[in-house]
């Protein structure tokens, strides 16, 4: 068990975003973390990564319990809609993120060949489109060295082509001993690319497991994940 | 050496405020604003030197301090107070305002380390916006005319720790405001509240005159004056570290509310403490060439045999001039040199034009030991001459020293406007269009 979760709770004034939410995370899998916009999805991912302070509920990573601060020690979270650094280029982006995780030389520029943001290297961040953005965002978050990547919307922005690359790119990470956590609000791509999935509606955790065990959850012997989910929510 | 996660962490501040319209905007403004606060010091320094054969002043009168350098200088107190903020919070708010924030506080690195490289770089900026007023000295030397450095220095690190408060505010109220706009109107709101306070302050006593003493305009002024305080540069430290002590405490957006209004309350306790013991020194230089703000040597060991304390009651209202020249010629030095002076100003309006019927206007009183004396005198020697009288102490022998000789220059200020209102504005657009066209 690589991360455990339990019960972590969150709310903004009267309005609970998440409740009593609890999970665990396996070691070297990619586990995706599904349900409509306003699930909670992303005030869980900052509750997980201590960008938010949660309410209640507590995290324990490897077996020990872990204090929002020292949450950036252990894993990355990687948001979705943000534009950092809009004036500087993408190449500086990447060989800051190169530099400051003290990664290898020259691992920043195979990541922007594998997400094919090479001719994008003089382009300012603030000039990119939204699928452009996203590759160079995931390349800064790849770039992280942490065992556990939180990753929101991965696939947001990225046409078809681009998405089912970056899948086969993420898929071949736990395999280099990283797991990952994806936040993923449509159905087909978070089937497609996940070994398990937790099923968040309303802020309540309503599933956890692979789809056979989803199924069984839901009390169906066929259907998809779309059935799967409308099942359980 | 710093570590390299630091460096990494500069590198980024400093394209970042390469990158900033506001930082370019206040370079291209500091040489024509430089420029003018020269130009015109120079042309009156020349008239009152006797230029064209005009009248001059007496020679001791004209000092560089204040004939060119604190004019000259002054622009940067505008910049610092309408122009610097908006660089400040730009570093801040910008990052705020992208998302940029959610990476950087998971950065391998603390938010401490992440501030001190936003501090380092503001002030390497701040020292860049420099050049116009140092090519000013360079052109004042050029003309002939004459620099004491003890004053060029004290003057400089005045306007460094000017930039340094003006930065902690500005970046204090990023961290904690919604967004840059919010973040403008508190650090403006806080300049406004000091002059307001420094106005309120002036002729008046307690707690109130020892607080604006440490407003920005208030504390620079004493290095204007070639004055350098230990109180004052304490004062100004811990208020700029507070500043950013405060915007690490709030850019922590995993730490509950009441976690951060305790932090911002440690903050404030800590630089009062700081501030409350820098206060109780009384060590001070002065570095003025003209010793503006000393009494005579000798006068001066006169009076270090007073140990008791010294209470003055100054009938004289706060727009009177001769209550500026008490204060200059003879609170200030007395302030430096006994253990304690205390001042009550006992005038109850601001220009003393309605107290005419008060029979009392215009008296200085001196209490020293239960002993009284009145003068209604604003001259040194002749207050002195009460004092010892009062303290029972004899009065020093007339001593030889040498006067302040002055330095007069009746020279126009030449190539000064090619230089700051056509040189180095062109200057600063083409190096802003090469950063914009050269960046990776």
């Known amino acids: 068990m690589l991360l455990k979760v339990k019960g972590i709770s969150k709310h903004f004034g009267a309005n609970a975003v998440l409740r009593a939410a609890s999970f665990s995370v396996h070691e070297g899998e990619v586990l995706g973390l599904i349900g409509p916009n306003g699930a909670g999805k992303t005030t869980l991912f900052e509750c997980l990564a201590g960008l938010i302070p949660t309410d209640a509920g507590e995290v324990e990573f490897q077996g020990y319990a872990l204090a929002p601060a020292g949450r950036k020690a252990a894993l990355f979270y990687l948001p979705d809609a943000v534009r950092p650094w809009a004036g500087q280029s993408v190449g500086w982006a990447l060989g800051f993120f190169e530099g400051l995780y003290a990664r290898p030389k020259g691992e920043a520029l195979a990541l922007a060949g594998t997400l094919k943001l090479e001719g994008l290297m003089k382009a300012r961040l603030g000039s990119l489109s939204k699928g452009e953005l996203k590759r160079t965002l995931l390349a800064l978050g790849l770039l992280t060295p942490y065992p556990l990547l939180l990753l929101d919307e991965p696939f947001d922005g990225l046409d078809l082509r681009q998405a089912r690359e970056v899948m086969a790119l993420l898929r071949s990470y736990p395999a280099k001993g990283r797991t990952l956590f994806l936040s993923i609000h449509q159905l087909t791509d978070a089937a497609r690319v996940c070994d398990r999935l937790v099923l968040l509606s309303q802020g309540r955790v309503v599933g956890e497991g692979t789809l056979a065990e989803l199924q069984a959850q839901a009390g169906l012997t066929a259907g998809g994940l779309e059935e799967v989910f409308l099942a359980l929510t | ?440």
């Open chain 2, 1 to 440: 050496m710093p570590s390299p996660k630091f460096r990494w962490l500069l590198a980024k501040e400093l394209r970042e405020l390469l990158a900033s319209r506001a930082y370019w905007l206040l370079l291209l403004l500091i040489g024509p604003l430089v420029g003018h606060g020269f130009i015109t010091a120079v042309d009156l320094y020349a008239e009152a030197s006797g230029i064209g054969g005009g009248p001059a002043a007496l020679p001791q009168g004209l000092s560089p301090l204040e004939g060119m350098l604190v004019p000259t200088f002054g622009a940067y107190d505008l910049a610092v107070t309408l122009l610097f903020p908006f660089v400040a919070i730009r570093l801040i708010a910008a990052e705020k305002e992208s998302g940029a924030l959610k990476l950087l506080l998971q950065f391998p690195a603390s938010l401490g380390l992440m501030l001190a490289a936003k501090g380092v770089v503001l002030m390497l900026g701040w020292l860049l916006a420099w050049l116009p007023g140092l090519l000013a000295v360079l052109l004042w030397q050029a003309y002939g005319g004459h620099l004491s450095g003890p004053e060029v220095f004290n003057l400089l690190l005045g306007h460094l720790l000017r930039m340094m408060l003006s930065g902690g505010v500005a970046v204090a109220a990023a961290a904690i405001a919604e967004g840059a706009a919010s973040a403008a109107i508190v650090t403006l709101g806080f300049t406004l509240g000091t002059w307001a306070l420094d106005f309120i302050a002036t002729g008046r006593g307690g707690w109130l005159a020892a607080l604006a003493a440490y407003t920005p305009t208030a504390a620079l002024r004493f290095f204007e004056q070639g004055l350098l305080r230990l109180t004052t540069v304490v004062a100004l430290l811990a208020l700029a570290v507070a500043g950013f002590a405060l915007a690490a405490v709030w850019l922590h957006t995993g730490r509950r509310l009441r976690t951060r209004l305790l932090g911002s309350l440690a903050v404030v306790i800590a630089a009062a403490a700081t501030i409350g013991l820098g206060s109780l020194s009384r060590a001070s230089w002065d570095v003025s060439e003209s010793r503006r703000n000393s009494f005579p040597r000798a006068d001066e060991a006169a009076l270090r045999q007073i140990r008791e304390p010294l209470r003055i009651t100054i009938f004289l209202a706060a727009e009177d001039p001769r209550l500026m020249d008490f204060e200059r010629s003879i609170l200030n030095q007395l302030r430096r040199i006994l253990p304690r002076v205390e001042v009550d100003y006992a005038a109850q309006s601001r220009t003393g034009l309605f107290e005419g019927a008060e029979e009392r206007y215009g008296e200085i009183w001196y209490e020293l030991g239960g002993r009284r004396v009145m003068s209604r005198s604003t001259t040194a020697p002749i207050v002195l001459e009460q004092l010892y009288q009062l303290a029972g102490v004899s009065p020093p022998a007339p001593a030889d020293e040498p006067a302040f000789p002055g330095y007069p220059l009746a020279k126009h200020p030449t190539y000064a406007n090619w230089i700051f209102y056509g040189l180095w504005p062109s200057a600063v657009i083409f190096v802003w269009w090469l950063t914009r066209h050269r960046r990776r």
